[in-house]
């Protein structure tokens, strides 16, 4: 950003991000446009609307959102997260090549290895913390590197802007899942992507009430082919689901703030417990990506992850059963605070030895903390570790 006076800062953008009162009635809040078609004066004259796969007012009020938060050009909305990356991989073409990184999201590697691979495109896993591993893959035919930080569960940290560097001045081009950061946190554009992805279903819709996603990016012949994919292959989200996340926008940076603080506080929290051997989250100074996480990040995020001094599956399922505040289910970002056991849920479709190899062990339990009382959240997990260890 060159200008900071003339920059809105985030939590103005989230507040006010494409909304704009209604011209025709004034009403401040963006309507509902529950509406497929739209009336035609004449053939070929109508007001920029013609059919809602293609536009719809609700849906454009929050991809211009989407846009302004994430610092890009265009913003354009999913039925899912996964719909918005199944768009951007079928700009690819057969005989093209992807790296990505080997502590991916579960979905993001079956759409990549169940889906694509059949269509002639070829994806490479490395860690994309090691440059070389990364270099090492790199060819004339990579066309997309797909990175994710920080990862599930083990908030893993790519470094953005170095990994943007190896591939500059090529035609590979970098585009980051920002989900677990969300764009309070991080702005992958800002350090040289070319594309930000986000599962709104998490903390941007924030009320684990809508399922959507969003791609961004500042790049204009890349989004007009995106956004003819968009119309032709019809994955759009409703109007209704739209107003919900325009709504849910509004309290972004508070909620965030909330939840970076709560995460914080339960992180130390847990890292002093007896029962617990490991504690991961990126606020540490001790977690290897730490000073990457402190440059490229503003706060350190609600996800925290911890390993059981027993490292046993049995413990872990007690844990995970006895919390009250601490909801046991997948899913993130909310408001509400949920826990889960990586190694029987998220990860249970890959291999023992692969998902160990990144810590994935039966003793890892996952908390998406969320924005309730911390000092509530703490007894909670204190009350289920205890519970968990008399009955072991
Ligand atoms: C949930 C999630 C997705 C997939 O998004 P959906 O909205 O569930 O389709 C992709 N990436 C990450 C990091 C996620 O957490």
């Not at 011209?23 to 739209?38: D, F, K």
């Not at 569960?153 to 899942?177: E, F, L, N, S, Y």
């Not at 594309?195 to 684990?208: A, C, D, I, P, R």
């Not at 190899?357 to 509530?376: F, M, N, P, Y």
Request: aromatic content about 6%.
């Amino acid at each position: 950003m060159s200008d900071k006076s003339q920059t809105p800062g985030p939590g103005t953008l989230a507040v006010h991000a494409g909304v704009e009162p209604d011209p025709t009635t004034g009403a401040i809040m963006t309507p509902v446009y529950l509406t497929s078609t739209y009336v035609q004066d004449g053939v070929g004259n109508h007001k920029g609307f013609e059919y809602s796969r293609t536009h719809n007012p609700t849906r454009t009020a929050l991809e211009v959102a989407f846009a302004a938060l994430e610092h890009g050009t265009h913003g354009l909305a999913f039925a899912s997260g996964l719909a918005a990356m199944d768009v951007v991989l079928k700009t690819l073409r057969p005989g093209d090549e992807v790296i990505s990184t080997n502590d991916l999201y579960g979905g993001s590697y079956r759409l990549f290895t169940t889906v694509f691979a059949h269509y002639g495109i070829t994806f490479h896993f490395v860690d994309l913390g090691d440059l070389d591993a990364l270099k090492s893959k790199l060819n004339e035919h990579t066309r997309l590197i797909w990175t994710e930080t920080p990862t599930n569960p083990m908030m893993q940290i790519t470094d953005i802007a170095a990994v943007v560097d190896v591939v500059k001045g090529t035609a590979t081009r970098v585009v980051v899942d920002n989900t677990f950061a969300s764009p309070m946190l991080q702005n992958p554009l800002d350090l040289g992507a070319d594309m930000v992805m986000h599962s709104v279903t998490k903390y941007l819709g924030g009320h684990s009430d809508v399922v959507m996603g969003c791609l961004v990016t500042s790049d204009d012949a890349w989004e007009d082919e995106l956004r003819t994919l968009q119309n032709s292959c019809g994955a759009v989200p409703g109007p209704m689901d739209c107003f919900l996340v325009l709504r849910g926008l509004k309290t972004l940076h508070l909620r965030m703030q909330r939840h970076c603080e709560n995460g914080k506080a339960i992180a130390h929290h847990l890292s002093t417990h007896p029962a617990i051997s490991k504690v991961y989250w990126p606020g540490f100074t001790t977690h290897p990506g730490h000073e990457i996480a402190a440059r490229q990040m503003h706060d350190f995020g609600g996800m925290v992850a911890f390993t059981l001094a027993d490292d046993n599956l049995q413990t872990a399922k007690r844990v995970v059963a006895k919390t009250n505040l601490f909801t046991l289910a997948e899913s993130l970002g909310g408001v509400e605070s949920l826990i889960g056991h990586p190694a029987t849920m998220t990860h249970a479709s890959i291999p023992r030895e692969v998902r160990e190899k990144t810590g994935v062990t039966d003793g890892l339990i996952r908390l998406s903390v969320g924005i309730e009382d911390a000092q509530d959240l703490i007894s909670d997990l204190d009350n289920a570790l205890e519970q968990a260890l008399i009955r072991g």
